[in-house]
């Protein structure tokens, strides 16, 4: 199964009729992919009404891939509002719990800063992480190279595959310690997640600009790019039985149109969409 959406619902205007409000643009985005991430939860954990809300107003087959909070994962912009990591954890897990009886708890994705460096404290709390969340599915990227070099690749891999994570496959610029390379290597037999971060290397290192986060996705894939990673999707589900690929690539708007090109590309279909909104006047 191959899974093709976006980051976040509220960005991406060329899925809306005029004069959708911001409160009823999930459901409208619903008719467009089967899947969407979560950005909201890493900013803050999110009260239940609002995952109650998403749960609710999604089709029954439709998959949410949460980010984890910003606490948990080292970034920390800003006053963390509990007193310890195990109150937060805690209050994390028990914000999923509409999602996670429901049945449309996709992934908890770890998404961790490009310090978080391979090293063994850094080790230690990926167990740690995985201990605190039970047996929920949960995906795993970095954003440090050095996870990816010769010396500790195979490591690497085999701890996430040990530990029960799923592999976050990123396409991104190349551009030094602050960045990945395309692994196509499964982790998980049944979950790999794919996020689609574009390729704009100029902007991804530019961290100094105070427009620095505004133009650090500003890419739109040409079709020989999505062409390759059509390619690429096609040997990840040779390795696990669900691959969920998201677009990143919305500084400039185009997120959404390159996952419909996907779409075509890869001659998806999808029966459990919800149904379209009218734009009758």
Not at 12 to 39: I, Q, W
Not at 41 to 68: C, G, H, I
Not at 104 to 126: A, E, G, H, T
Request: glycine share 6%.
């Amino acid at each position: 199964m191959l899974n093709i959406g976006v980051t976040g619902w509220g960005d991406h205007d060329s899925l809306y009729t005029n004069g959708t409000s911001s409160r009823d643009k999930l459901k409208e985005y619903a008719a467009h992919f089967p899947v969407v991430e979560v950005d909201a939860s890493f900013y803050a954990v999110q009260p239940l009404r609002n995952m109650q809300k998403w749960t609710d107003e999604t089709p029954e087959r439709f998959q949410f891939v949460v980010k984890a909070y910003q606490g948990m994962t080292g970034h920390e912009r800003g006053e963390i509002p509990f007193d310890s990591k195990g109150e937060m954890f805690q209050a994390f897990r028990e914000s999923l719990q509409p999602m996670t009886e429901s049945g449309k708890l996709s992934m908890v994705l770890f998404q961790f800063p490009p310090w978080f460096d391979c090293q063994r404290k850094n080790v230690d709390y990926l167990r740690y992480c995985r201990e605190q969340m039970g047996d929920l599915p949960l995906a795993l990227e970095f954003r440090h190279q050095s996870w990816y070099s010769k010396a500790y690749l195979d490591q690497t891999l085999t701890f996430m595959e040990k530990e029960g994570w799923i592999h976050s496959v990123c396409d991104e610029p190349q551009a030094g310690d602050g960045s990945v390379p395309i692994i196509l290597k499964a982790t998980h037999p049944e979950k790999t997640l794919v996020r689609m971060h574009g390729r704009n290397r100029n902007g991804w290192r530019k961290q100094g600009n105070k427009n620095w986060r505004d133009v650090r996705y500003l890419y739109r894939y040409n079709e020989n790019e999505l062409k390759q990673w059509a390619d690429y999707a096609k040997a990840l589900l040779k390795q696990s039985k669900e691959v969920s690929i998201l677009f990143n690539n919305n500084s400039g708007g185009d997120a959404a149109d390159n996952a419909k090109q996907f779409i075509e590309l890869t001659g998806t279909e999808y029966h459990h969409l919800a149904p379209k909104q009218l734009d009758l006047f």
